[in-house]
């Protein structure tokens, strides 16, 4: 992140889906239990199509470090899709 980012408190919004084992192995629980340390906020929820859906919104890096950590999740394939202007959400 950049210091100009940092200095105006630059707020970002990710949509993202995730693919793979993610229903019935505890991936939302574990997602809210990260945003929660990261002092993100959002939601997540199943579909039907057996994938999980939400969304995080937050200070740029904390966005990025909860991707990051979902990533992490042994059982999904992940596949993020930005919304909105590509600096985030105004302060």
Same mark, same amino acid.
């Not at 990051?68 to 959400?89: D, M, N, P, V």
């Given at each position: 992140?950049?210091?100009? *980012?940092?200095?105006? +408190? !630059?707020?970002?919004? /990710?949509?993202y889906?995730?693919? =793979?084992? #993610?229903? &019935?192995?505890?991936?939302?629980?574990?997602?809210?239990?990260? *945003?929660?340390k990261? +002092? !993100?906020?959002g939601? /997540?929820?199943?579909?039907?199509? =057996?994938? #999980?859906? &939400?969304?995080?919104?937050?200070?740029?890096?904390?966005?990025? *470090?909860?991707?990051?950590?979902?990533?992490?999740?042994?059982?999904?394939?992940?596949?993020?899709?930005?919304? &909105?202007?590509?600096?985030?959400?105004?302060?």
């Amino acid at each position: 992140m950049s210091a100009l *980012a940092k200095a105006s +408190g !630059v707020l970002k919004s /990710v949509d993202y889906e995730v693919f =793979g084992r #993610v229903q &019935g192995v505890c991936f939302r629980m574990y997602t809210e239990e990260e *945003a929660r340390k990261m +002092g !993100v906020v959002g939601w /997540v929820k199943n579909t039907r199509q =057996g994938t #999980v859906t &939400g969304q995080v919104q937050g200070p740029e890096d904390k966005v990025n *470090a909860i991707n990051t950590e979902i990533l992490q999740f042994k059982y999904a394939t992940y596949r993020q899709r930005a919304r &909105g202007r590509k600096e985030g959400l105004a302060e």
